[in-house]
């Protein structure tokens, strides 16, 4: 019997002559094919043609032998267990590839092993060690449709040889999904140290690992599962902040997968818990919360959802109290969801450019707040909120004193849309001009945008108080 697992052909020893030199040839092709970047076309020819020689001889013995169909039987089995060629076998996986890629060093893997180890950091080549020069993985073309036809000649079914659930992201294995379902599982304990253990695990595997992201995509019942030993309370003020602030980062790490938007955010519980977390959680489980709810809201069916749950006064109440940890994650989630009409009008409501103007008189979060200002401009509401708070004077100082051009271009954007408003508001422009004249070296200086603006506003200077600084 040969060692490859192929049975000799005893009865003709031409035969077993000619298949052990087809396979050592064919042994030799493959190999120059893997270990050249640039094999030629003839030698992978040349590979098909031998291949083809070796299906014919094992049909032919096939043919030969089917008269003994206990023989046949026995023939079968051993192929079937008995070890893959060599050569199509994964390095990492010891297994017959099912989909067979080439990394830079020019070496084969299958590709959710590879795709496994790049994940985990490495940019080495596993065989050769040798450091890669990028991690495009290109498929192998010859190597699977060799397996293919070899897998087929010996009646080896490819679906059943993987023992894992393949997609274009991660290599999930049985003993992953044992050890979700036991995390799972243990945040329903009785025992706050057995929460805490499977909450503090699941936040490291949802924040290192994307699998485990994936794995509550496809276990939906999980995401309410986690929730609910902090759900158990009104406030948050009696669980245990190491918990609480687990169990939203692990939520928070869940909503990074952008398959798992949509399903988080219309999980029942996940919202209302979110909403619970701004208003009584630790600086980090309300920050956490914040970005949670903004990176739901890349979706528009999402902003709808969160705007009608009543967060956006918790956001608006957190970015009032000002706490450097929350700042840019409430920032970014109340600017996201301000993009709807709806959200905005809730927010303004709310007091929203109340809260924007004293925190940039305060010189805090400039930039980031009055980008989200200019948004709310387009709002008759907001501005007439900026008119009577006065905005003005402190947007024209914003001007002065800024570096950022973003900045300026804000501030001269929504001081045109209040001029437009308020007439009356050209005054205080006009002694500005007069002054220190701010708008005419924007209008000379700045952005496209802003020059453009900024020139608006002079033209109607011109035409309404005949003040003489022109661009």
Same mark, same amino acid.
């Given at each position: ?150 897998? #087929?000649?010996?009646? *080896?079914?490819? %679906? ?8 274009? !992201? &991660? @290599? $999930? /294995? ?53 929730? #609910?030993?902090?759900? *158990?309370?009104? %406030? ?8 609480? !602030? &687990? @169990? $939203? /980062? ?70 009032? !109290? ?150």
């Amino acid at each position: 019997m040969a060692k490859s697992g192929v049975v000799a052909v005893d009865s003709d020893p031409a035969a077993a002559t000619k298949l052990l030199e087809l396979k050592k040839e064919l042994k030799r092709l493959v190999n120059s094919i893997v270990d050249d970047d640039d094999c030629r076309i003839q030698t992978i020819d040349q590979a098909r043609e031998v291949l083809s020689s070796l299906k014919d001889l094992k049909l032919r013995k096939k043919s030969s032998s089917s008269s003994s169909p206990s023989s046949q039987s026995s023939d079968l089995k051993l192929n079937r267990n008995s070890g893959f060629p060599e050569e199509f076998k994964c390095p990492l996986s010891k297994e017959l590839m099912r989909d067979p890629v080439i990394v830079a060093s020019g070496k084969t893997y299958d590709r959710p092993f590879i795709q496994k180890w790049l994940k985990d950091g490495n940019r080495t080549c596993p065989e050769t060690q040798q450091v890669l020069s990028h991690t495009v993985l290109t498929p192998n073309h010859l190597i699977r449709e060799m397996i293919e036809q070899w897998s #087929k000649s010996h009646g *080896v079914e490819l %679906s059943n040889q993987l023992h894992y659930i393949y997609n274009e !992201e &991660d @290599v $999930i /294995t049985n003993a992953d999904c044992d050890h979700f379902h036991s995390l799972i599982e243990k945040l329903s304990s009785s025992s706050l140290s057995e929460q805490k253990t499977a909450a503090k695990q699941l936040r490291l595997l949802t924040k290192k690992t994307p699998l485990y992201r994936t794995l509550f995509g496809k276990t939906p019942q999980a995401i309410a599962e986690i929730l #609910k030993p902090i759900s *158990v309370s009104e %406030s948050f003020n009696n669980i245990h902040p190491d918990l609480q !602030e &687990d @169990v $939203i /980062t692990t939520l928070l790490n869940i909503s990074i997968h952008d398959n798992n938007k949509k399903l988080v955010a219309e999980t029942p519980s996940v919202i209302p818990v979110l909403v619970k977390a701004l208003k009584s959680g630790t600086i980090e489980t309300r920050s956490n919360s914040a970005a949670t709810l903004f990176t739901l809201s890349a979706l528009d069916s999402n902003k709808e959802l969160i705007g009608e749950s009543g967060a956006l006064k918790p956001l608006i109440d957190l970015l009032e !109290e000002g706490h450097p940890l929350a700042m840019k994650d409430v920032a970014s989630a109340i600017f996201t969801l301000c993009v709807v009409l709806e959200n905005k009008a809730r927010a303004v409501r709310e007091g929203l450019v109340s809260v924007i103007l004293k925190k940039i008189s305060s010189r805090v979060w400039v930039d980031e707040l009055l980008t989200i200002l200019a948004l709310l401009s387009s709002h008759q509401k907001a501005v007439q909120d900026m008119v009577d708070l006065g905005a003005v004077p402190n947007l024209l100082s914003i001007m002065r004193e800024s570096k950022c051009e973003r900045s300026k271009e804000n501030c001269i954007a929504v001081l045109q849309t209040i001029c437009q408003y308020d007439r009356a508001k050209l005054k205080e422009i006009k002694e500005e001009e007069i002054s220190f004249r701010t708008i005419t070296d924007l209008a000379l200086n700045g952005t496209s945008r802003a020059k453009r603006k900024a020139s608006g506003i002079l033209e109607r200077l011109n035409r309404v108080v005949n003040i003489t600084h022109t661009a």
